[in-house]
């Protein structure tokens, strides 16, 4: 067996058919390093049959842009074209996917249905939607995570303690070299596909609108090689500071699923030297990462006040009535016009660049609870913007990112203070301590300094 099973959820059982897959491509968009297109190759082997990859184009996805739209449909049209050469067709259609698939699996005499984990709601409706729609074999696999969600832990873990010491008992299991995914025989499935609203990939597709971005699997690669040769060995030290170039950047392709997670830790655990940073980039990439798809999976309420833990709602109701020291509102947010030039310079980063540096997304997202009328707000300004700037956005890491800094989720309980309770808090004098703020403030909003002189002296 190529896919190892605990990568496998079934969502609907049955035998085996004498007519094609097809692999519904959500999350792991890319043809190389897929764990739910090789299992879906699999199937097509064992019953010698064709196999198709479809994407079905969703009119809205929780605050995607045309920009992001853009940016994923180029990176289609690159996988597409990989596709191809190996005799698999791909095919784009627009729709709601729960309507769309059982129409298409019927009229075209799909035999099973093959797709890839994601733990995000609307997913999870389509699935659980698509499932009651039809009559054959219905399959999820974990691509994207390094360890299979579902398999590494059965509930939501408290911190990324709990879920290190999962992981670290079981990493050498599944952190294994990827097989390549072979040609499928020529067949004629693809001409005619039965249904007429096909797209074409490559006319929906444009350029990115993303400084220094460039969409699709090509890309991520060569952008985690130029991480790993250049910036991999300060990773440790810089990564923290704004102002410098030390992350690595590759969230975005992590993301739309360009990239493997596990091809970037297999790459990062190849390399001499570097133990410290190697060790932090792996904690990230793998702990941080596949602790909030644990999250999301186990936490229906990942994007509201309602997911926090007990301790949490409670802090945050004795602190609802407390004044606020300001008070903004979502388009004085995304306009960048609070009265904190840092707290404006991270917002001008994330709408100018499509992503704001880790360390600013903490400060970010805290302030917002500071400045607004109620934790419930905190939650649909910060999710809002997050969604519809970042790049990296409408991800499990967003929602439990922002969940981590306004409601204490997979955090501890700190010393009580106003507004925040005993969620911790983050200051301009805290942020001043770590690095060059007006530095930072420079780099993205340049012109504003007077001010910053004006914030300080009052
Ligand atoms: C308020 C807030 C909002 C966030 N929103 C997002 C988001 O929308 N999308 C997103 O991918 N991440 C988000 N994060 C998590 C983190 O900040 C980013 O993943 C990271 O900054 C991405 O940059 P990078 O790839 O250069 O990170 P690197 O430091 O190079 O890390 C490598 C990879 O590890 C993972 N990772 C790193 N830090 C975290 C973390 N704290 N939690 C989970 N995974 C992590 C990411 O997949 C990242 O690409 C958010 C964090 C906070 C506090």
Same mark, same amino acid.
């Given at each position: 067996?190529?896919?190892?099973?605990?990568?496998?959820?079934?969502?609907?059982?049955?035998?085996?058919?004498?007519?094609?897959?097809?692999?519904?491509?959500?999350?792991? /968009?890319?043809?190389?390093?897929?764990?739910?297109?090789?299992?879906?190759?699999?199937?097509?082997?064992?019953?010698?049959?064709?196999? *198709?990859?479809?994407?079905?184009?969703?009119?809205?996805?929780?605050?995607?842009?045309?920009?992001?739209?853009?940016?994923?449909?180029?990176?289609?049209?690159?996988?597409?074209? %990989?596709?191809?050469?190996?005799? !698999?067709?791909?095919?784009?259609?627009?729709?709601?996917?729960?309507?769309?698939?059982?129409?298409?699996?019927?009229?075209?005499?799909?035999?099973?249905?093959?797709?890839?984990?994601?733990?995000?709601?609307?997913?999870?409706?389509?699935?659980? %939607?698509?499932?009651?729609?039809?009559?054959?074999?219905?399959?999820?696999?974990?691509?994207?995570?390094?360890?299979?969600?579902?398999?590494?832990?059965?509930?939501?873990?408290?911190?990324?303690?709990?879920?290190?010491?999962?992981?670290?008992?079981?990493?050498?299991?599944?952190?294994?070299?990827?097989?390549?995914?072979?040609?499928?025989?020529?067949?004629?499935?693809?001409?005619?596909?039965?249904?007429?609203? !096909?797209?074409?990939?490559?006319?929906?597709?444009?350029?990115?609108?993303?400084?220094?971005?460039?969409?699709?699997?090509?890309?991520? %690669?060569?952008?985690?090689?130029?991480?790993?040769?250049?910036?991999?060995?300060?990773?440790?030290?810089?990564?923290?500071?704004?102002?410098?170039?030390?992350?690595?950047?590759?969230?975005?392709?992590?993301?739309?699923?360009?990239?493997?997670?596990?091809?970037?830790?297999?790459?990062?655990?190849?390399?001499?030297?570097?133990?410290?940073?190697?060790?932090?980039?792996?904690?990230?990439? !793998?702990?941080?990462?596949?602790? *909030?798809?644990?999250?999301?999976?186990?936490?229906?309420?990942?994007?509201?006040? /309602?997911?926090?833990?007990?301790?949490? @709602?409670? %802090?945050?109701?004795?602190?609802? &009535?407390?004044?606020?020291?300001?008070?903004?509102?979502?388009?004085?947010?995304?306009?960048?016009?609070?009265?904190?030039?840092?707290?404006?310079?991270?917002?001008?980063?994330?709408?100018?660049? &499509?992503?704001?540096?880790?360390?600013?997304?903490?400060?970010?997202?805290?302030?917002?609870?500071?400045?607004?009328?109620?934790?419930?707000?905190?939650?649909?300004?910060?999710?809002?913007?997050?969604?519809?700037?970042?790049?990296?956005?409408?991800?499990?890491?967003?929602?439990?990112?922002?969940?981590?800094?306004?409601? &204490?989720?997979?955090?501890?309980?700190?010393?009580?203070?106003?507004?925040?309770?005993?969620?911790?808090?983050?200051?301009?004098?805290?942020?001043?301590?770590?690095?060059?703020?007006?530095?930072?403030?420079?780099?993205?909003?340049?012109?504003?300094?007077? @001010?910053?002189?004006?914030?300080?002296?009052?």
């Amino acid at each position: 067996m190529v896919v190892d099973s605990r990568r496998v959820h079934v969502y609907r059982d049955g035998g085996a058919t004498d007519s094609p897959v097809l692999y519904w491509m959500q999350r792991d /968009q890319r043809a190389e390093d897929n764990w739910a297109l090789l299992f879906a190759r699999e199937k097509a082997q064992e019953r010698n049959q064709p196999l *198709a990859v479809m994407f079905c184009l969703a009119a809205q996805f929780l605050g995607a842009t045309e920009s992001h739209y853009r940016f994923m449909l180029s990176g289609l049209a690159e996988v597409a074209e %990989t596709l191809k050469k190996l005799n !698999i067709p791909f095919f784009l259609v627009k729709g709601n996917p729960s309507e769309l698939l059982p129409r298409i699996i019927s009229l075209n005499n799909i035999g099973c249905l093959v797709t890839d984990f994601n733990p995000l709601k609307p997913v999870i409706e389509w699935k659980e %939607t698509t499932r009651n729609g039809i009559q054959i074999p219905f399959y999820e696999v974990d691509a994207h995570n390094v360890l299979p969600c579902r398999e590494i832990s059965p509930k939501a873990e408290f911190s990324a303690m709990h879920l290190r010491s999962r992981i670290n008992k079981r990493l050498s299991e599944f952190l294994v070299d990827f097989p390549a995914l072979r040609e499928m025989p020529e067949s004629n499935f693809s001409h005619p596909w039965n249904w007429s609203g !096909i797209q074409s990939v490559q006319a929906a597709s444009g350029p990115s609108d993303f400084n220094g971005y460039e969409p699709g699997p090509r890309a991520a %690669t060569a952008w985690m090689n130029g991480f790993i040769t250049g910036r991999l060995d300060g990773y440790a030290l810089l990564r923290n500071d704004p102002t410098q170039d030390g992350q690595s950047g590759l969230s975005p392709y992590l993301h739309f699923g360009h990239i493997a997670a596990q091809r970037v830790a297999l790459e990062v655990s190849r390399q001499e030297g570097a133990t410290v940073s190697r060790q932090a980039l792996l904690e990230e990439l !793998i702990v941080r990462r596949e602790l *909030a798809d644990n999250f999301c999976h186990y936490n229906r309420q990942y994007d509201s006040t /309602q997911g926090f833990h007990r301790w949490a @709602k409670e %802090t945050l109701n004795v602190h609802r &009535g407390d004044p606020r020291p300001f008070l903004y509102t979502f388009e004085q947010f995304r306009d960048s016009e609070t009265h904190d030039l840092l707290w404006n310079a991270a917002q001008r980063q994330l709408v100018s660049n &499509g992503k704001m540096h880790g360390f600013m997304r903490m400060y970010w997202a805290k302030k917002i609870l500071e400045w607004t009328n109620s934790p419930e707000e905190a939650m649909e300004v910060a999710i809002g913007l997050n969604d519809a700037y970042s790049l990296d956005g409408r991800d499990p890491n967003g929602y439990a990112g922002i969940a981590w800094s306004i409601g &204490g989720v997979h955090d501890r309980a700190w010393g009580e203070r106003p507004v925040f309770g005993k969620i911790r808090y983050m200051n301009f004098a805290g942020c001043k301590r770590k690095f060059e703020v007006e530095k930072y403030i420079r780099q993205n909003f340049g012109v504003m300094m007077k @001010k910053l002189q004006y914030q300080e002296n009052n």
